[in-house]
């Protein structure tokens, strides 16, 4: 079935530094894509979307592109703040409406 | 109201009573999701309602999980016979069914701490 991928283990890194998040997806057809972001103790918020290949997803300072040939959604940050430290979900919406997580990523940023 | 409510946010119970977890859609979406979300883990989908149809009750982990939707909107998800291994955050989303072939995002709850000692 269609899935999402995301790269293991807790990301660690400097204030200011540039951050990556890999995401690749397995589908059929053209899903959405989705990077979602969960604060401590908070539920899922909606950090960018893109629906459609090549489309841009930004929010924030972050950015994701929907990457058909590589079927990628990589997350990236020019320069991380303390504030960004936080959980990170990439997930795609299919055909039949089903939702798809990759398993998120913790990100801590260190000031 | 403006999003997604799940009630109680918290809630503690004993080994072997039932729960019930409440989530109220955004007005209007016709699709909604239950996730279970473990310590540390990721997402574990549970069941997913749209509109009058059948709902895809393919994550529920044990007939002690049950869901229902009542006239298209609240849900309510009932785990019987509460057991330990339980104990997690319970998400609830809804979603916009869009027409076109451009999929809507998902807007989540803040989830229900259930806590089962």
């Known amino acids: 079935g269609d899935s999402v991928t995301q790269m293991e283990g807790p990301v660690t890194l400097s204030e200011e530094a540039f951050l990556t998040i890999n995401c690749t997806y397995t589908?059929?057809?053209?899903?959405?894509l989705f990077w979602y972001v969960q604060y401590p103790g908070e539920g899922l918020q909606l950090l960018l979307k893109?629906?459609?290949?090549?489309d841009k997803g930004s929010n924030k300072g972050f950015e994701a592109t929907y990457r058909k040939e590589t079927t990628s959604f990589h997350l990236e940050k020019g320069s991380v703040q303390v504030s960004d430290s936080a959980v990170y979900f990439c997930?795609?919406?299919?055909?039949?409406?089903?939702?798809?997580f990759g398993k998120g990523n913790q990100v801590v940023v260190i000031p | 109201g403006a999003g997604v409510s799940q009630s109680p946010s918290n809630k503690v119970t004993e080994k072997g009573k039932d729960v019930e977890l409440r989530c109220d859609p955004i007005?209007?979406?016709?699709?909604l999701y239950w996730y279970r979300q473990s310590l540390g883990q990721g997402l574990e989908f549970l069941i997913y309602?749209?509109?009058?149809?059948?709902?895809?009750k393919s994550g529920l982990p044990s007939d002690r999980f049950s869901a229902e939707r009542t006239g298209g909107s609240v849900s309510t998800l009932t785990i019987q016979r509460t057991q330990q291994e339980d104990s997690a955050v319970y998400l609830c989303?809804?979603?916009?069914?869009?027409?076109?072939?451009?999929?809507?995002?998902?807007?989540f709850g803040q989830g229900t701490r259930l806590t089962v000692v």
């Open positions: 989303a809804s979603r916009r069914i869009s027409q076109g072939a451009q999929k809507t995002e998902a807007f």
């Open positions: 589908a059929t057809g053209y899903p959405s």
């Open positions: 893109a629906t459609k290949a090549d």
């Open positions: 997930a795609l919406i299919y055909g039949n409406n089903r939702l798809a």
């Open positions: 007005s209007g979406h016709t699709a």
């Open positions: 309602f749209q509109g009058n149809s059948a709902p895809d």
